[in-house]
C-alpha cells in the first residue's frame, strides 16, 4: 500500500524568500510522484511530476523538487516566493495498479501563506 | 485543450434528497477518476473508468453512490438519499491510459452542502 506524509500543514514565507515543503512517501513499488497546487474553491493544478528518470525534476512557475530513494523524501522547493504562490499544496504519490489505472494518493497538504 | 469540465459548480441540497454530478473529461483521455476532498484534508480516491468500464471503487463508495460513464466519454456521480457527512468537494479527473503513468487533469470540482 501507498501512503504520503506531508511534515507541515502550514508554513508561511515572505515574499522573495525561498519556499520548502516537505514530503515523504511510502511505497510497496517504484512510484511515481506528483505535486499538485488548489487555489481556493479551485481544482488541483500539476506542478511538476517524476516517473523515474531525473531526480532533480523542474515544475512551472519556478518549482522544483528533488527525489531521494534513501530518504524516501520528495520535498518541494522554490527559490524565491511570490504572493501568487499562496495556495495549498499537495504531495501525490501513484502505483501503476491494473484494476485501479494509476489511482493517486494525497498528503494531508501544506497550506502556504505568503507575507508581504 | 478546454480542460475537465464539472457541474455545477455549487449544489446545496436537503438531507434525504437524490444529487446528480456530471463530469465532461478532456476529450482523448480514455480514463476518468472521481475523488472526494473534504474540508483540510486531501482528496480520496472514490472510483476510476477505463473507457466506459468502471475497474475500481474504493470502500468509501456506499451502496447509495453510483458511478457511470455509458459511451465512454462524460460521467455522472449520483449521491441517494444524501446524508450531512456527504457534504464535499467532489472532483473529476481525467487522463490518457498509457503504460507510463500520465498526469490527471482535474475539474473544478461540485462542492456539495447537505443541509
Known amino acids: 500500500a501507498q501512503s504520503v506524509t506531508q511534515l507541515d500543514s502550514h508554513v508561511s514565507v515572505s515574499e522573495g524568500t525561498p519556499v520548502l515543503l516537505r514530503c515523504n512517501y511510502s511505497s510497496s513499488y517504484s512510484p511515481s510522484l506528483f505535486w499538485y497546487v488548489q487555489h481556493p474553491n479551485k481544482g488541483l493544478q500539476l506542478l511538476l511530476k517524476?516517473?523515474?528518470?531525473?531526480?532533480l525534476v523542474k515544475g512551472i512557475n519556478g518549482f522544483e523538487a528533488e527525489f531521494k530513494k534513501s530518504e524516501t523524501s520528495f520535498h518541494l522547493t522554490k527559490p524565491s516566493a511570490h504572493m501568487s504562490d499562496a495556495a495549498e499544496y499537495f504531495c501525490?504519490?501513484?502505483?501503476?495498479?491494473?484494476?485501479?489505472?494509476?489511482?493517486?494518493?494525497f498528503g494531508g497538504g501544506t497550506r502556504v501563506l505568503v507575507k508581504p | 485543450d478546454t480542460g475537465v469540465s464539472q457541474n455545477p459548480r455549487h449544489k446545496i441540497t436537503k438531507r434525504g434528497q437524490n444529487v446528480t454530478f456530471r463530469c465532461d473529461p478532456i476529450s482523448e483521455h480514455n480514463r476518468l477518476y472521481w475523488y472526494r476532498q473534504t474540508l483540510g484534508q486531501g482528496p480520496e480516491f472514490l472510483t476510476y473508468f477505463q473507457n466506459e468500464a468502471q475497474l475500481e471503487k474504493s470502500r468509501l463508495l456506499s451502496d447509495r453512490f453510483s458511478a457511470e460513464r455509458p459511451k465512454g466519454s462524460f460521467s455522472t456521480l449520483e449521491i441517494q438519499r444524501t446524508e450531512q457527512g456527504d457534504s464535499a468537494m467532489y472532483l473529476c479527473?481525467?487522463?490518457?491510459?498509457?503504460?507510463?503513468?500520465?498526469?490527471?487533469?482535474f475539474g473544478d470540482g461540485t462542492r456539495l452542502s447537505i443541509l
Open positions: 501525490v504519490v501513484s502505483e501503476p495498479n491494473k484494476a485501479a489505472g494509476n489511482k493517486l494518493t
Open positions: 517524476y516517473t523515474s528518470a531525473a531526480t
Open positions: 479527473a481525467s487522463s490518457l491510459g498509457r503504460t507510463a503513468p500520465e498526469p490527471q487533469h
